[in-house]
């Protein structure tokens, strides 16, 4: 089990994480390839709790070398104002045919765990690595 510990990986490429550089691809790979030679060969589960959200953290765990299936779990405080994932990997299992996919990077599903919000187009909104003011050009929608 670990909590937060790969996120620190992830501190300073939040704008990048569209598109992360080959150090960063490393290093995540090296740490899980590790993880992965001591789970046992059946069956053995990794348990990752995080606050990155699936759409970025299942591009490095969905790997075949790894040899595991992958779930997600969405865990909120009950009004949705924090939310983290819960990310079971077990090895042994086949990975499902969209992380299949998505290691090839032939994917085009969005990871939005439990959520049907259909109001939502994340690919219409650029973001800027120039400039952090990319948030205020985001525009709320009342569904109401």
């Not at 080959?22 to 046992?40: F, G, N, P, R, V």
């Not at 959200?53 to 924090?82: C, M, T």
Request: aromatic share 12%; proline share 2%.
């Amino acid at each position: 089990i670990e909590k937060g510990t790969l996120d620190v990986f992830f501190v300073g490429h939040e704008h990048h994480l569209w598109n992360p550089s080959e150090e960063l691809k490393d290093k995540i790979d090296l740490i899980l390839t590790q993880i992965c030679q001591c789970l046992q060969s059946n069956h053995g589960r990794f348990i990752s709790i995080s606050f990155q959200q699936p759409h970025f953290r299942r591009r490095f765990l969905a790997k075949q070398k790894y040899q595991w299936s992958i779930q997600v779990h969405s865990v909120s405080d009950g009004n949705e104002s924090v939310e983290y994932f819960v990310y079971v990997m077990t090895k042994g299992e086949q990975m499902n045919e969209e992380d299949q996919l998505l290691e090839q990077g032939k994917s085009t599903k969005w990871y939005w765990i439990n959520k049907t919000d259909n109001s939502i187009e994340p690919s219409k909104y650029s973001i800027d690595d120039e400039n952090d003011q990319y948030l205020s050009n985001i525009d709320l929608i009342d569904n109401e």
